[in-house]
């Protein structure tokens, strides 16, 4: 008898999708993808798609509704397509988890105690963590032997100084857990492991990293760990985003509270889904849309954009006290040489520019010689970010994730 793969499942759920990878346990631990997929249209027209890594189709098909109306549910129709393709069960499951509140810093075996502490931050990321936590309760109840590992977008930024997460509010709301968190924390720390790699002048400097893809936002860091974040208490602050606003003045939500009667379900869904590059453009939340746009709005949309990132280095820079790299990433970043142009020409005053042929092909270095900040492209993987946490915490504690 051959011996089964080892193998660990990553799994990311939204309120409609479960996006699934398997990665093969390679000898030296070294992981690689063997395949992606998702169930998408959850509740509505339940669709399983699944590619191998080499891009071979493996399943593509519609799901009964009954089979998939909600998160748990499908979770089970992922689960049989799993154990009908596979040769045994995964040795441990990793998840993307929004929010792991104030105290997780690092990722965590999961089990009935620390699923309830997580669950207390549902109020946090109402949008997100319900949805992240339904596979994890299911399997926790189905499969009680299998680890399971919660991997936060939060983590990542809890090394921030106490300034940083501030809001000037009263005490008792920081000691409630209002506080500035940050998310895209994997993708950030996937990009600061590749930067010793990829980029070993600028590795241990001040480096900025713009995740700009359907959600946006910036990390400052500092010998590869971040110091200061764009993203706040929610994953609206900061940079204007596809349907989301970015920073905004409160008083505006006030305003559209007193004189639209707007309630905080209108509201969520205003700022969540109307606003942003959507909203400012009037044509569509993609950037690849509006870049072939001979709209004037489009291109008012992409110039606020692009400002608004100019702004924000100069705020992270602060906080950094000065810059040596600046890094792209995610599907704007790691794929629109325009944008990236009209950021380092806005910036060209802190001694930015680009190779305009290194530029074009997506780098990976695609500052010019003579530029003072180093400029790079490098694309985000944090579903391997999350494999590799969970295959170090099985190495660590075994498969029954005992501490
Ligand atoms: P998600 O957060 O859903 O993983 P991605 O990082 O894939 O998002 O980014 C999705 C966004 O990237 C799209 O909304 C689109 O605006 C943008 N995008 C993807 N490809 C390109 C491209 N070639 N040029 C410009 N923008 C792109």
Known sequence: MTAVAETILVLNAGSSSIKFELFDVAPGDRLASRFSGQIEGIGVRPHLYARQAGGETLVDRTVALEEAADVERAMGVVEAWLAETLDGPPAAVGHRVVHGGPVHAAPTAVDERVLATLETFVPLAPLHQANNLAPIRSLLRRRPGLLQVACFDTAFHRGHGELAD??????????????????????YEYIASRLPELAPEIARGRVIVAHLGSGCSMCALREGRSVESTMGFTALDGLPMGTRPGQLDAGVVLHLMRAKGMDATALERFLYHECGLKGLSGLSNDVRVLLASEDPRAKRALDFFTYKIAQMTGWLAAALEGLDGFVFTAGI????????????????????????RANAVHGPLISAPASRIRVYVIPTDEELMIARHTLAILRRCGPEGAA
């Open 166 to 187: 501030r809001f000037a509010i009263p005490e008792a709301l920081w000691e409630e857990g209002i506080r500035r968190y940050g998310f895209h924390g994997l993708s």
């Open 333 to 356: 970043g790691e794929n629109a040489p325009t944008i990236r142009e009209a950021v380092a020409h806005r910036l060209a005053w802190l001694g930015m520019s680009l190779d305009p």
